[in-house]
């Protein structure tokens, strides 16, 4: 990134509220689709990294976790190098230790609170969050956590560039090679020990459009991993509407704009995608 330039930093707070050390700090995490957040102390990063990397072993037993459709299961993804342990919310009791589902749970916690602050300061009434959000805001909607690492047998980038589908991703990354792109070119987000990298997607850019401040999704791609650095581990959490709902657009006088099944959105997403093939 330019030296002159940093990723805002917020936190977390009791209630639990999502706050930025200013208002500037703020508007740019806005506009950029992208931020830092400090690690909350009560969220057990430590014991999750070790999961993650129990799944590079051959004999681990989450390697033979099935595969649910496209999205979920252990995966191998075609033209990238990632290869990962995903499931949606609905099948972590039944295949995550529960350790992990607890800290799957924790991060619904910072995602309730970031999607909450977005609606906060969108302007959009508050008893229309949970509607417009297919059920997110309020503890509904769907969330994938997944444990992923890169296969650097695959002579490829670590992961093409793109944005994410649904409200807000939460990743902690241990190494380099993450970068966003700003004014055409593609820039490093460095590691910044002890906080994690918040980033917001789609479906919540298309659900503020019409408010007072929407937020951007940012284009961002991973690194290719070589075979001489140590092997990178990574942990995403998506929160994401509903697969099979709808997403609402609400302007501040609580009027419906628009909506969108959220099939539809994803696939229009999906064909905007090969531009970056």
Known sequence: MKPDMRLPIASIDEAP??????????????????????????????????????ILKADSPYRDIPQYGDLEGFISLENNQQTKLALRRHRWDEHYPTEITQFGRQLDD?????????????????????????????????????????????????????TDYGFVTILDATSPGLQIELEGQFRDVPVLDGHLVINFGEALHFITQHSNRSVAAIV???????????????IVYFANPDLDGALKQFNTEGREVSSTSVEDLFSRLEGNLTEYQ
């Open 220 to 234: 961002h791609r991973v690194t290719s991993q070589s075979a001489f650095n140590p092997v990178r581990h990574g």
């Open 110 to 162: 910072i995602g309730v609170a970031v999607i909450r602050e977005v609606f906060r300061q969108s302007g959009i009434p508050e008893p229309l969050w949970s509607e417009a959000s297919g059920g997110y805001s309020s503890g509904e909607g769907t969330a994938f956590l997944n444990f992923v690492h890169y296969d650097t047998a695959q002579p490829d980038l670590g992961l093409r560039p793109h």
């Open 17 to 54: 509220r999502l706050i930025f050390e200013t208002s500037e700090d703020q508007d740019i995490a806005w506009k950029l689709g992208i931020f830092y957040l400090k690690v909350p102390g009560w969220l057990d990063l430590k014991a999750a990294r070790c999961f993650g990397q129990e």
